[in-house]
């Protein structure tokens, strides 16, 4: 899936649209991935001398797999959109430096009704530098 169907499947855009790629879906998986650009703007004040990417960015990846899975994967009524509600047990093991390419990993563990329960992982090189469970719930489309 690239970007013009990411688009399709939830409300963000550049310069907030933190997913490239959609390399694997199934009913309750996703794996995306993104290329940390090292001219993001970001970068210039999130330590100038050794960036890292931000930790709240790294989760933003998870929320927005999420969003695609959901989006794509579960019925959800027609004026829905899929809002984040909950994050918890997030821990950072490993940094996220500008060059790597980030996968972005995400599973829902359960569902009630339109609320979603998730797990995901940031990972590069095969190194989990992130992980989060989360939640997400179903809610009226601001348009």
């Avoid at 927005?64 to 809002?83: N, T």
Wanted: hydrophobic fraction near 40%; proline fraction near 7%; glycine fraction near 4%.
């Amino acid at each position: 899936m690239d970007q013009e169907q990411i688009k399709e499947c939830i409300p963000h855009r550049d310069p907030f649209l933190w997913i490239d790629e959609v390399l694997e879906l199934s009913e309750n998986n996703i794996h995306a991935t993104t290329y940390i650009n090292p001219d993001l703007p970001v970068f210039q004040g999130h330590y100038p001398d050794f960036p890292i990417m931000p930790g709240v960015l790294q989760i933003e990846m998870a929320l927005q797999a999420g969003a695609i899975l959901i989006s794509r994967k579960h019925a959800l009524e027609a004026d829905k959109v899929p809002v984040a509600t909950r994050i918890n047990n997030v821990k950072f093991k490993h940094m996220v430096r500008p060059g790597d390419t980030a996968n972005v990993y995400v599973e829902v563990t359960e569902r009630l009704k339109d609320t979603f329960y998730m797990t995901g992982k940031i990972v590069v090189d095969g190194q989990t530098c992130t992980r989060l469970d989360f939640a997400a719930t179903a809610t009226d489309s601001p348009g």
